[in-house]
């Protein structure tokens, strides 16, 4: 059986043997033992002798895989020692062999060896004379098998390409600081142009004229500037003057006419003071005449209550005239008020009779 088990691994027939000869009596007892553990089977708690002879035949199982275990621990510390000595014993071959066999091959290929180093020491000078214009260099070429003529034309190409490459820069910079100078010089004319606004000629093109001509037409814009803020100097001093003389005109005419509407004032202060004294002597007269009459007419009057009270209606639907004066007009209306005041005297008293 223990040859069935390594018949697959490379192992020699007398390592083999050795094997069965250690092995095979476990696995005889473990088949033996395996019958009558196979023929145990508890169902009962009452058959405690079955249960002995379980525990008895699980400790001789349990004493079989622990010396087989033990052979196995032997046999692979025998293992690993044999390993270590083998190895030992070709490193000291090999040590001992290898540097004769590197001499005798560098003497072998001696020629060779020189070719190959004179062919590196080529790779590498021609790949330090290229490394300045390494990003025109083909992409995998090897540099140290060109003929001389070929790796030359290669150096000569990309110092073409390089020299090339350095002068469109040199374009493309100086049309950026000729683009940059223009843009500046633009800029510049349009702040010298803004404050003369439309009095600069507008259909011309400020970016492409020479510095002459620009000079030109910004001092013919900054005369005709000049000119017009002249005129609109002498507009402004024109109108400033004129402003002052309507002021002192309307500083006259508001005096006049302050001096006028005082002594207007005054007239209808005196003339009011003159109605109110009247109408004040009058009232007096007519009190003074009613308290006289009075006595004389308290039998006649009391069937004229009505014809008192009728009086009043008509004194206040008196048509008035329409009058243009403000005297006039202020005077009208003291006497409205005044016999608006007679008449509720008037009613007040019929209404006693």
């Known amino acids: 059986m223990i040859l069935e088990l390594v018949k697959e691994i490379k192992i020699s027939t007398d390592v083999a043997k050795d094997l069965e000869e250690k092995f095979s009596g476990f696995l005889v007892q473990a088949d033996e033992m395996s ?3 196979m023929s145990i089977e508890i169902t009962e708690i009452s058959q405690t002798k079955e249960m002995k002879e379980a525990g008895d035949l699980r400790k001789a199982l349990k004493k079989v895989r622990v010396e087989a275990s033990k052979v196995k621990k032997e046999l692979k510390e025998d293992t690993i020692a044999y390993n270590k000595a ?45 490394k300045p214009y390494e990003e025109f260099v083909p992409v ?4 140290g098998e060109l003929k001389t003529e070929e790796f030359e034309k290669l150096l000569n190409g990309c110092k073409i390409q390089q020299n090339a490459k350095i002068e469109e820069e040199k374009r493309l910079e ?11 010089r633009y800029t510049n004319r349009l702040s010298l142009i803004s404050p003369l606004g439309a009095f600069f000629d507008q259909n011309l093109n400020v970016k492409d004229l ?7 037409a910004l001092k013919s814009a900054m005369g005709e500037k000049k000119k017009y803020d002249d005129e609109q ?23 006049a006419q302050e001096k006028k509407d005082k002594e207007i004032a005054d007239l209808k202060a005196k003339e009011e003071a003159r109605v109110k ?19 004389k007419k308290a039998k006649l009057l009391a069937p004229d209550k009505e014809k008192l009270i009728s009086f009043g209606k008509n004194l206040l639907s008196l048509d008035y005239p329409e009058l243009k004066n403000k005297e006039a007009e ?11 005041k007679m008449v509720g005297y008037l009613n007040k008293k019929a209404s006693e009779l």
């Open 35 to 37: 019958k009558q553990v």
């Open 86 to 130: 083998v190895d030992k014993i070709n490193n000291t071959i090999v040590e001992k062999i290898k540097p004769l066999e590197e001499h005798l091959e560098k003497q072998e290929k001696f020629a060779q060896n020189k070719i190959k180093e004179a062919l590196e020491k080529l790779e590498a000078e021609r790949i330090q004379a290229l």
């Open 140 to 143: 995998g070429i090897k540099v």
């Open 174 to 184: 100086n049309e950026r600081l000729e683009k940059e100078r223009i843009e500046k």
């Open 210 to 216: 020479n510095e002459e001509e620009f000079m030109i």
């Open 233 to 255: 100097e002498q507009i402004r001093l024109e109108n400033e003057s004129l402003k002052k003389e309507k002021e002192e005109a309307d500083r006259i005419a508001r005096e």
């Open 277 to 295: 004294k009247e109408q004040e002597k009058a009232m007096k007269e007519a009190e003074e005449k009613r308290l006289a009459e009075e006595a």
């Open 330 to 340: 202020s005077l009208m209306n003291e006497i409205k008020e005044s016999i608006i």
